[in-house]
């Protein structure tokens, strides 16, 4: 007796569903995905065997749509029995099968069961060190990953060492820095910087601005982003006049490429303010608060939060540049404006009326 030849399953109308409810999920549209997958199953489940790759990619699909939709515990069903499907068609670090457990992962952790999405992770990430080697891009990828659940869930020192131990593998494989191994230094530096490592931090992110100026150039969004970042933690250490610098460098910078009333140079423009206001540098800092009143008046409106702060900043500025009629004026507007916009307790409010019944008792 011959051998039978297998049905042409492209041609089956289980195949034809899947393809449709594909369509939805790259339109975002997972509600009307979620019956033509459940038809297609049934299909499936009736005429293939349980390892059929059709019959996986709906299961997978399925639960992976159910999680965009949060119901949870159906997704997590479904992820399961396409774990266990995967993992006897496949082997447990197939590529496929660690897909899926990732993707099982990251609906866990979004449901935030992360104690669970931990033990997911690390079997991702234990299987691609078998499947795929430690210096792989996919596993330190998957690094990065449980470092940073691991720094969500607390365990701050572990997801360090991790940040670490990838970087190493990224500098042994790599000649020169990588855009990848950046981010990883960039991400060690930031948490150096959270946690009060300053010295170390403003070291790491020396070598990420050279590596990001030497990759993309000086002008890079990314490039400008480090910048900002060195400026923070070299403020943080007490170098107020290198910060002042790097601050300023990154503004002129952000001013001519991007224009004065994009998000990237408020925020330039606004850290500057925030150094020179703190260590007192008001003739410098004057300007640039005109500057920002000027820009929130324009794309915001007069009763925005951000330009009420910026106006009530300035008015403070001209205070203490021996202006006090001004600074009177200007807290005196801020005060019309909050008490029309804002709830008595907020504390911008108080602060506001504090200043403002300061300077109206000087000025009598």
């Not at 569903?17 to 038809?39: C, H, W």
Request: hydrophobic fraction near 40%.
């Amino acid at each position: 007796m011959g051998k039978s030849e297998p049905s042409n399953t492209m041609n089956s109308p289980h195949f034809d569903l899947i393809q449709k409810a594909q369509t939805f999920v790259s339109d975002g549209n997972f509600a009307q995905a979620e019956p033509l997958y459940r038809m297609a199953l049934v299909e499936l489940e009736r005429t293939v065997p349980p390892t059929h790759p059709h019959l996986l990619v709906c299961l997978s699909s399925l639960a992976n749509v159910l999680a965009e939709k949060q119901e949870w515990e159906e997704a997590e069903v479904f992820y399961k029995r396409a774990l266990e499907g995967h993992e006897l068609a496949y082997g447990k670090s197939d590529a496929k099968t660690l897909g899926v457990l990732r993707s099982f992962g990251i609906t866990m952790e979004e449901k935030g069961d992360l104690l669970e999405a931990e033990v997911l992770f690390r079997h991702v990430l234990q299987g691609r060190e078998q499947s795929l080697g430690k210096s792989h891009p996919h596993t330190l990828a998957s690094v990065k990953e449980l470092a940073q659940l691991l720094t969500k869930i607390g365990q701050r020192s572990e997801a360090e060492a991790l940040h670490w131990s990838a970087l190493k593998l990224h500098k042994a494989s790599n000649t020169v820095e990588t855009a990848d191994s950046l981010v990883n230094m960039s991400e060690i530096a930031m948490k150096l910087l959270q946690d009060g490592d300053f010295t170390t931090s403003v070291a790491m992110y020396r070598k990420v601005l050279a590596g990001r100026e030497g990759l993309f150039g000086p002008e890079h969004d990314e490039t400008l982003r480090t910048l900002n970042n060195l400026a923070c933690a070299i403020q943080e250490s007490g170098n107020m006049s290198e910060a002042e610098r790097l601050f300023s460098k990154a503004l002129e910078i952000r001013e001519r490429t991007l224009g004065p009333r994009h998000e990237d140079t408020i925020l330039s423009r606004s850290n500057l303010i925030d150094l020179l206001m703190k260590f007192k540098e008001f003739a410098t800092a004057e300007p640039l608060l005109r500057k920002a009143v000027a820009v929130f008046m324009e794309i915001r409106g007069p009763a925005n939060r951000d330009t009420l702060i910026a106006l009530f900043n300035h008015g403070m500025c001209l205070g203490a540049l021996g202006r006090p009629d001004e600074a009177l004026s200007i807290v005196q507007r801020v005060e019309r404006e909050v008490d029309r916009a804002f709830q008595p307790d907020d504390p911008f409010v108080q602060k506001v009326k504090t200043i403002a019944a300061k300077l109206r008792g000087a000025s009598s």
